[in-house]
């Protein structure tokens, strides 16, 4: 097993059930070993410095099932999010739009989740009481995020391609973060009353 280092991560593969993975280990030590897994046969590993690398090779051997699984899961995924945009149309709202229809449809897939959110937030303003800013804007990991201090909601731009009840689900649980600032059980219990089939909403935005 070779390894190659830049500043910040040591690279090495290594063969799981004859997959080759690239292996990234930060070069950072950390208290605990953390393992993630991305698509296309990639893993990023830190760990705590008494802890060899060769023992971090036999645990990812010994983990090999799960690393695989997660990895194919992770690509499917990866694949379905890459045909959102295709030669021919764009998903917008969980529909193909044709180029040949709306030839500027690209340009305007932001205006046009920001249009749906100003045209219905009065609703969520509402319901909760708050009229906090709202901004589309690339997020990185997270669907939204919620600044209750300053009033302020961000909604990731991919939610454009999702069903209009995953966009839904997205802003009523960013609203309830204004009243409620945690993942607590009275926030789920509130959200369930809100949205009872909020978990729809999860599943269908893990696998798509």
Known sequence: ???????KRRHFQIQLNNNTF??????VSRKNLNVTVKAANKIYLSKPDYLSVDRLHNYLIEHSDWIIE???????????RDSYITDDYVVVFDEKVYYKDQP???????QILVDYVEEHR????????????????????KWGACSPSIQNILLNEKLVHYPLF???YVITHEYLHLLVPNHSERFYSMLEELMPNYRDAINYMKEN
């Open 104 to 110: 500027d449809i690209v340009d305007n897939l932001k």
């Open 70 to 80: 997660r990895s194919d899961l992770l690509s499917t995924i990866k694949a379905k």
């Open 122 to 141: 009065g609703e969520f303003d509402e319901i909760f009481g708050k009229t906090p800013s709202i901004e589309v804007t690339k997020l990185k990991g």
């Open 1 to 7: 097993m070779s390894l190659k280092q830049d500043n």
């Open 166 to 168: 995953c966009v839904n």
């Open 22 to 27: 690239d292996c990234y280990l930060d070069t």
